[in-house]
């Protein structure tokens, strides 16, 4: 008898040894579970953080719109192209820039069509915009509109918008999708006192005003400024006047 003495101890202690090992695994399982869910929301608090560096809620990324962005095939195969068939306009970008749509009032006079966003490698902060507008404020004028009044009325309304905070660096001519156009080159004021350079590319079409306004501050200007002559270079009008609504 005294010899079975040890094997009943062990078989005593197995049930001991079998509960041990079923915490340490549930205890191992509860802290991966743990660590997967700080993961999870240290991620996610870095997308709403970078997402917090994209345009304001008014605008909307052109992926699943009517729109389209498709790789370009030909030899610009760093290039993809911008359509936007609502208002019969399309361009090229570099593919690391973003193209978002806005969404417009359309009784309002002048359109944000699209907003070409440099991207954060090169501009974390995001201060470089390539805006494409539309401006209607002549669309039912009776009057013989040429390109010299339409500059000057770009640049009278700047000048009465922002005073003394608007500063014309250059005004040339120039081309832009195929028609006679304008280029501006100005600085403005932001509220808080710093400068902003911009470039405006403006031409006249069957009564609508197409322009490209490039903005960024002004030690970035020239940095960017090839990319961006890229795109102004690629704007097409497809359909003039295409999605205006004709205001009373």
Avoid: C
């Avoid at 760093?78 to 193209?99: C, E, F, K, R």
């Avoid at 090169?122 to 039912?140: G, R």
């Avoid at 700047?158 to 005073?163: A, C, E």
């Amino acid at each position: 008898m005294p010899d079975a003495e040890p094997d009943i101890m062990i078989s005593r202690k197995q049930p001991f040894l079998l509960l041990v090992f079923s915490s340490f695994l549930i205890t191992t399982a509860l802290l991966l579970l743990l660590l997967g869910f700080y993961a999870f929301v240290q991620y996610d608090a870095m997308a709403l953080s970078l997402a917090a560096a994209r345009p304001p809620p008014f605008y909307v990324a052109n992926e699943g719109n009517t729109n389209n962005t498709t790789t370009n095939a030909t030899d610009m195969s760093s290039l993809v192209t911008y359509t936007n068939s609502t208002y019969g306009i399309a361009l090229q970008h570099p593919i690391t820039w973003d193209v978002y749509d806005a969404f417009n009032n359309t009784n309002t006079t002048l359109l944000i069509v699209a907003d070409v966003i440099s991207p954060l490698s090169v501009d974390p902060t995001q201060e470089t915009n390539v805006y494409i507008t539309l401006d209607k404020i002549f669309q039912n004028s009776s009057s013989s509109i040429h390109l010299g009044g339409y500059a000057r009325y770009a640049v009278n309304s700047l000048r009465d918008q922002y005073g003394k905070n608007f500063t014309i660096i250059s005004a040339t001519d120039s081309m832009l999708a195929g028609h006679n156009a304008y280029t501006l080159v100005y600085t403005l004021l932001a509220p808080d006192g710093t400068p902003v350079k911009f470039m405006q590319v403006g031409t006249f079409v069957d009564k609508i005003g197409y322009r490209i306004v490039y903005s960024t501050l002004p030690n970035k200007f020239d940095t960017m400024l090839s990319q961006v002559q890229k795109i102004i270079a690629s704007f097409k009008i497809l359909n003039p006047g295409k999605g205006l609504k004709v205001l009373p």
